[in-house]
């Protein structure tokens, strides 16, 4: 960096409240012509985005991408393999493209620690990779003590499948293995959560096998919110494509979950209690769990961060992006991820000339399945708001009640596919 | 032989970098990468909608149409409308600058 170029990274980086920044810290800038370095924790889809485009924008970056699996389990479409329409080895992604075409580094290993004070980030193996910056996209954690007797122990008898992985599969056999007119019950979290629609695209698209195989089985969504998204549409298909199969149990109805018996498959609420054949829950969530450890978090479990580059509030050389960040009023998803790695890949690319960032534009768009031929979507387009010092949305929208689903079940296949090729290469 | 997206990006990203003089490119290219989640650069039938590589008075007036509700195609009038014309013209120009196609 050029003492110019450093002095105004140096500068921006001050500009964002850095706090934890010491003069000593700033000493121990590096020396003109060194590589920028960056490492990206987490291979999901904010990770994998931040990686490539860190790369394409500036080719000259050290870029190290740090991921815990071989293989990333797709969490955006395994509602379809647990309606039947897809094998589950449809769900993965592999690093191959990013490794073969990108330049970038791929280390498959855990993150112990990030050591912050020294800018390292600790490996399970021992291994220590400095940095000049961090971006960090681990994905959710579960709240293992929100609901009484669902804590991670119980997680392995009654599946949330809300992780990628096998979850996912055992679900699926799980219906598949359901007496005839059987209930299965989804338990829904409260906000905010990864994937809004997700509990309701899950429950259609159970419905959908149901109906062919199981067509006297019922499905009940237990849910502590009063309102979900994209609530009307859903509640249309749910009349067209199946009527009389889903009953959705808003809080309002039967008060808060008391607490969840894995053993007898009960959900007990403040009024009332529901035995289910097939159990789901989907427990409360916060960032993951590396965030947290790193004191990345505030109370509310999310990570409190600048959306004009998604840089951490507590740390100037950490941006978090995806599920893990708090970005309201984004929702929480794969394509907010992937919008939100692209800008902080262009906040490092500038940071490393000594550039500023221009302001950003992010978009999400999201697609729910109600049948293979029947899709519903929601749109939000983000700016950066210098009054709000956050994010407002320019506009937002669902698909019209008059609109051609299938028109946007096409729509919605043709974006599974571009979008794992912008995200993984 | 078909271009693939890795040759495109790259030459979208050092085209702006000449043209960052201009000053609202730069927020267009960010609004351009945001639109890559769902529209591919290889212009090649079956390669999505071909919105990134027509001709830039075309995008403006697609877009135009889209943002006005007078085209209708559900999913593009809600994106279409977070962007203001201005906003819109500076992608089309940004993206017939950075070589994806016409002018
Ligand atoms: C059923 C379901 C359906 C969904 N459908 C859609 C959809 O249609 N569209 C959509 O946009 N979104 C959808 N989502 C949401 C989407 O899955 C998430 O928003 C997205 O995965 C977030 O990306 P991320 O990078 O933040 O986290 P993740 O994708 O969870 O990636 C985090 C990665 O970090 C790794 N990691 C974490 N900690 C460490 C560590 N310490 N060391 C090494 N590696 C680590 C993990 O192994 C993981 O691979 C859906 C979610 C679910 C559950």
Request: proline share 7%.
């Amino acid at each position: 960096m050029s003492g110019m170029d450093r002095r105004r990274f140096l500068l921006h980086a001050a500009a964002l409240g850095a706090t934890t920044l010491s003069p000593g810290s700033l000493a121990a800038a590096k020396p003109a012509g060194a590589p920028f370095r960056v490492v990206v924790i987490g291979g999901g889809y904010g990770g994998a985005t931040a990686a490539r485009y860190l790369k394409l924008i500036k080719p000259d970056l050290d870029v190290t991408l740090v991921e815990r699996t071989q293989r990333y389990v797709s969490c955006p479409g395994s509602n379809e393999v647990i309606g039947g329409l897809h094998p589950a080895s449809w769900l993965e992604r592999r690093y191959e493209n990013l490794r073969r075409n990108s330049g970038i580094r791929i280390v498959c290993d855990e993150v112990k620690e990030l050591e912050r004070s020294r800018r390292q980030v600790i490996l399970d193996t021992g291994t220590r990779l400095p940095y000049d910056r961090v971006v960090l996209s681990p994905g959710v954690a579960f709240r293992w003590d929100a609901w009484a007797g669902y804590d991670e122990a119980a997680s392995r008898r009654i599946p949330h499948a809300w992780q990628g992985g096998p979850q996912t599969l055992e679900l699926r056999e799980e219906l598949a293995a359901m007496r005839r007119g059987g209930v299965m019950v989804i338990v829904a979290p409260p906000n905010p959560y990864r994937c809004p629609p997700g509990p309701y695209e899950r429950a259609s698209l159970a419905a959908y096998y149901l109906k062919q195989r199981n067509p006297r089985a019922k499905i009940l969504i237990i849910d502590p919110k009063t309102q979900f998204s994209k609530q009307a549409l859903f509640l249309k298909g749910w009349e067209d494509l199946y009527p009389g199969m889903i009953e959705w149990v808003p809080m309002s109805a039967e008060g808060a979950i008391d607490r969840i018996d894995v053993t007898r498959r009960t959900v007990h609420l403040d009024f009332g209690q529901h035995v289910a054949d097939v159990l789901n829950v989907i427990p409360p969530q916060k960032a993951g769990t590396l965030a947290e450890r790193s004191g990345l978090t505030d109370e509310s479990g999310w990570c409190p961060i600048d959306a004009r580059h998604f840089l951490s509030s507590r740390d100037p050389f950490i941006h978090v992006i995806g599920d893990a960040c708090s970005a309201p009023p984004m929702p929480k998803s794969a394509f907010a991820a992937n919008t939100q790695a692209k800008v902080a890949a262009a906040a490092i690319a500038d940071a490393a000339e000594g550039r500023d960032a221009g302001t950003p534009t992010l978009i999400n768009h999201c697609y729910s399945f109600l049948a293979p031929d029947y899709a519903i979507s929601v749109t939000g387009v983000y700016r950066y708001s210098e009054s709000e010092h956050g994010l407002t949305a320019t506009a937002t929208g669902e698909t019209p009640m008059d609109a051609d689903r299938r028109l946007e079940a096409r729509s919605a296949r043709a974006w599974q596919r571009h979008f794992a090729r912008d995200a993984f290469g | 032989m078909e271009r693939s997206l890795w040759q495109v990006i790259p030459l979208l990203v050092t085209t702006t970098l000449s043209a960052a003089a201009e000053k609202e490119l730069p927020r267009a290219e960010i609004s351009v990468r945001a639109c890559l989640a769902c529209h591919l650069l290889t212009g090649k039938p079956g390669d999505g909608p071909p919105a990134l590589t027509m001709p830039e008075s075309r995008f403006v007036a697609a877009m135009g149409a889209f943002r006005s509700g007078q085209r209708r195609g559900s999913v593009m009038n809600r994106i279409a409308a977070g962007f203001t014309e201005e906003e819109i013209r500076d992608m089309a120009r940004f993206l017939a600058h950075s070589g994806t196609r016409g002018k």
